[in-house]
Every structure is written in C-alpha cells, then in structure tokens.
T-cell receptor, first 112, second 113 residues
C-alpha cells in the first residue's frame, strides 16, 4: 500500500505486505529528516533519519528515500506487522534552525 | 539510561487555574524542546531551551505560557489561567546537541474543564 502524506492521512495494508508512507516537505533548506512512529497514547518514537547528502538509508525492515528535487521523503516498511500500526510523522530541520517541523502524519493500520 | 521523563502523565484543570508540566531530559542531554499536539494533528513546536537559557520561543503564545530549564532540576512548562483551548498533549523532547535526533517523552495530557 502507498499513501500520499497530507492527501491520504490513512493507510491500510495486509500483514506481510510492504508499506510506503510519503511526505512532502516544504523547506528546500532543510537538510536533516527524521521519521517518527507514534502509537496511541504514547510519545513519538525515532525510527530512522537521513541527511540531505544521502538519497537512501536502510534500517531494520525500514528504508527512507529522499528526493530533494521534488522535496519528497518516503518511508518503506517491509513485511508489515500488526505492531507497525501507528501514526507516522516525518520531521525536517535545517542546519541553521532550532526546531523540527512535523508533517500532519499518516495513520497506518495493519490488517491481520 | 532512563528515557525522557514527563510528569504528570495526565492533568485536569479548571478554567483559570495554572498548569505546570515537568520534563526531565535523558542523561547527558542539555537541549530540551516542548511541543503541543492536538487530537488528530501533528506536533507543533513551542520552545527550545538549553540549561538556564531560552534559545527559541517562537512557537509559544506570548501570554500565559512560559518555560524554564534551570541549572538543577527538570524543565517546566507553565500555563497560567488555562482555557479550554489549552487542552492538548504536551510533549517534551531532548537531544545531546542542537541538530541531533530528539527523543520524546510520553507526554502530559492536559484537560481543561
């Protein structure tokens, strides 16, 4: 399944399928990006980060892709599990700034 | 190494009362950030502090809200004369350096009756 950030705030996928969550960031000067996962009633949890000098970074079952040309960030989750159900936020910051800017978030529901 | 601690986890106040939210950063972290989250929305930056200094408070309302991070003890977000619109989840995050990953606490859920 695939979402387009602000336009599709919810995404449902079957357990075992791959998930793609998208984020369009606004500031071309941003050079550090993070994906956070927030489960209901909890604080955001760091998943993976990427700096602007990279196009791709892989973690355990997750991959982040950065396309600076179109200011687009995506999070790919392989073999999605029920425990992946949560809201996913992308956050951006520029090196001269003090604050992260968070997107609205995408709610991922994994169907067993 | 304990994570970011916030207390209380839930706080109920009546209109006009004061709310005090506390945040203890991770050990070794000297940068603290406060965010507000309304239901079904993303996190909105409020203020960024280092020990004894407010670095950026551009996201904090000019009235009724204040924050501090004293040399000793937790960071405090203080909301005076609360109104119903202040009801939200308030998250604190900390990092070892300014541009580094921010680690979040569990949040304080404020309900104003």
């Amino acid at each position: 399944g695939e979402s387009v950030g602000l336009h599709l705030p919810t995404l449902s996928v079957q357990e075992g399928d791959n998930s793609i969550i998208n984020c369009a960031y606004s500031n071309s000067a941003s050079d550090y990006f993070i994906w956070y996962k927030q489960e209901s009633g909890k604080g955001p949890q760091f998943i993976i980060d990427i700096r602007s000098n990279m196009d791709k970074r892989q973690g355990q079952r997750v991959t982040v892709l950065l396309n600076k040309t179109v200011k687009h960030l995506s999070l790919q989750i392989a073999a999605t599990q029920p425990g992946d159900s949560a809201v996913y936020f992308c956050a951006e910051i520029k090196s001269t700034g003090n604050q992260f800017y968070f997107g609205t978030g995408t709610s991922l529901t994994v169907i067993p | 190494n304990a994570g970011v601690m916030q207390n209380p986890r839930h706080l109920v106040r009546r209109r006009g009362q004061e709310a005090r939210l506390r945040c203890s950063p991770m050990k070794g972290h000297s940068h603290v950030y406060w965010y507000r989250q309304l239901p079904e929305e993303g996190l909105k930056f409020m203020v960024y502090l280092q020990k004894e200094n407010i670095i950026d408070e551009s996201g904090m309302p000019k009235e009724r809200f204040s924050a501090e991070f004293p040399k000793e003890g937790p960071s405090i977000l203080r909301i005076q004369q609360v109104v119903r619109g202040d009801s939200a989840a308030y998250f604190c995050a900390s990092s070892p350096f300014r541009e580094e990953t921010q680690y979040f606490g569990p949040g304080t859920r404020l309900l104003v009756l």
